[in-house]
């Protein structure tokens, strides 16, 4: 993530330069009429150009922020009951799977129970961000926002919270919540004192984090390829069958100018580039952010944008109106959107690594409790026997019914011959101390790391630095020559000789 990042800076100040925007400053940007209606009574003068103009008073400034921060919080709040209602449903859907009475479904009612809530999900998802979009222009409006770009920033950062919290919320549920408070066998918590809080499949949470990141990840593309060329056909085509019903027939469409062709064309929405912006950002984040536990997510992310970008050639060329250009020297706040995602992605893939995955505990059983003990290297036999060592014992005896023997559930808890039952052994607490001290030691290695490959990767290109120099010295030399030209003709005014020297 940093070295993309890095170079995306460097690609980005040779567009600036071969766009001729290395000096252009967002003064220069107008002020919305939206802003100049609504503050026109109040004014003061710009320090910049020394002329008044409207201004918005701090606490009225103030006031709009804490609404807009107040509606941002109760959506988020909306999208945490959506995941709780998606978690009661699993809840509900695993206990009826597992007496369902076809075999199949019965048997893997766990793989049942976790592909249903993914579809589920994923058309919450879709729902919610249609109500997300209205949300955020709504609070943005009421922002009043000074300049266009600020307006654009605002609901662009909107815009990503929302489906930031919306597409990755139960992402992180599967990867850091589920099966943690489950309780153990004797003992289990249940959701209002009726369903039992679920688990883990026994092979781990990494196979229901990758469900959910398969499924989420790969309908999402198809649903916004479809979006983005399927919509504007079915559009396109609508609009000729309105034209011939009206007795505009193909012939008279043919004789038509090439400018009004293209007007019948669909109008590009009216946040330009912004809807494009947001896919790429929560692509970014889904190929960073949890690619420890899912490492297909990358080659999927390069397969959708070879197909992607040949559909928006088509779709740009071909479905929409050519849209009006406007002067910007970046991306505005989606690098700083994309630099936090890559600080999160090494904190959550710590995370993932050492809670999530199987990798902690079989680390500490190598080294600490197998057949490898204190011998300081680490081969396959030293992992013989982390399965047991890895499960508790149950005495089902103590459920009562009429039940004898034993069962294993996956803890690490004293055996109930012991003198401390189903307390928690010294296993339990090494693994934890050895999966605190590789989050920290993982996150201050690679934030070391990616500090020192931000610091040897320059922004601007050497051979761009070289034409910037080269632009300066020449723009230096024709004022050296204007200013000695005018001075011979002051001199040749004045009656005086003239020297071939600087005076």
């Not at 004192?193 to 469900?211: A, V, Y």
């Not at 593309?221 to 193909?250: D, T, V």
């Not at 030399?477 to 009656?495: F, P, S, V």
Request: proline content about 5%; overall charge neutral.
């Amino acid at each position: 993530a940093t070295v993309f990042l890095e170079f995306w800076k460097r690609r980005r100040a040779v567009l600036t330069y071969d766009w001729d925007l290395i000096d252009w400053e967002d003064e220069e940007e107008e002020l919305r009429p939206q802003f100049e209606a609504k503050y026109s009574q109040v004014e003061r003068v710009n320090p910049i150009t020394g002329k008044p103009e409207p201004f918005q008073p701090f606490p009225d400034k103030l006031s709009r922020l804490m609404v807009s921060v107040s509606g941002i919080f109760f959506m988020i709040s909306l999208v945490l009951t959506a995941v709780f209602a998606v978690v009661v449903y699993r809840l509900v859907a695993m206990e009826q799977f597992a007496s369902f009475k076809w075999y199949f479904i019965k048997k893997y009612w766990q793989f049942a129970t976790s592909g249903t809530g993914v579809c589920i999900n994923f058309m919450i998802i879709m729902s919610l961000n249609v109500v997300y979009e209205k949300v955020a222009y709504l609070l943005t409006d009421l922002e009043h926002p000074r300049t266009e770009s600020e307006w654009e920033n605002s609901f662009a950062l909107k815009m990503f919270l929302f489906q930031f919290v919306n597409l990755n919320s139960s992402i992180f549920y599967i990867a850091f919540f589920l099966g943690r408070f489950a309780g153990r066998p004797g003992k289990y918590n249940k959701l209002f004192n009726r369903w039992r809080l679920e688990e883990c499949h026994p092979s781990g949470c990494l196979i229901d984090l990758c469900l959910q990141m398969g499924v989420i990840m790969v309908l999402k593309q198809m649903w916004n390829n479809f979006m983005e060329l399927g919509y504007p056909l079915l559009q396109n085509w609508w609009s000729r069958r309105k034209m011939k019903r009206r007795g505009q027939s193909m012939e008279n469409k043919i004789s038509l100018p090439q400018w009004e062709k293209d007007w019948n064309l669909q109008p590009m929405n009216l946040h330009g580039l912004m809807d494009e912006y947001l896919e790429m950002v929560l692509q970014f984040g889904f190929t960073t952010i949890f690619v420890a536990a899912f490492p297909l997510a990358p080659l999927l992310a390069l397969l959708n944008n070879i197909i992607e970008i040949r559909l928006d050639a088509y779709k740009f060329v071909t479905q929409w109106r050519r849209p009006m250009p406007a002067r910007a020297t970046d991306i505005g706040i989606w690098y700083g959107i994309l630099e936090g995602i890559g600080v999160l992605a090494v904190i959550t893939n710590a995370f993932v690594i050492a809670i999530t995955s199987d990798y902690i505990p079989r680390f500490v059983y190598a080294y600490k409790y197998g057949p490898c003990t204190d011998q300081g290297y680490r081969q396959e036999k030293c992992l013989k026997g982390y399965v047991n060592s890895s499960l508790s014992v149950f005495d089902l005896s103590e459920l009562g019914m009429g039940y004898s023997g034993y069962c294993r559930y996956r803890d690490y808890r004293a055996p109930p011959w012991s003198s401390t039952p189903y307390e928690f052994t010294l296993q339990f607490w090494h693994v934890l101390a050895a999966r605190l001290a590789f989050i920290i030691v993982f996150e201050h290695l690679v934030f070391g790391i990616k500090s020192f490959i931000a610091y040897l990767i320059p922004d601007i290109p050497k051979d761009l630095c070289d034409r910037m120099r080269r632009e300066k010295y020449l723009v230096q030399e024709m004022m050296y020559e204007a200013e000695l030209e005018h001075l011979q003709r002051e001199r040749k005014k004045n009656g005086k000789q003239y020297h071939h020297e600087w005076p």
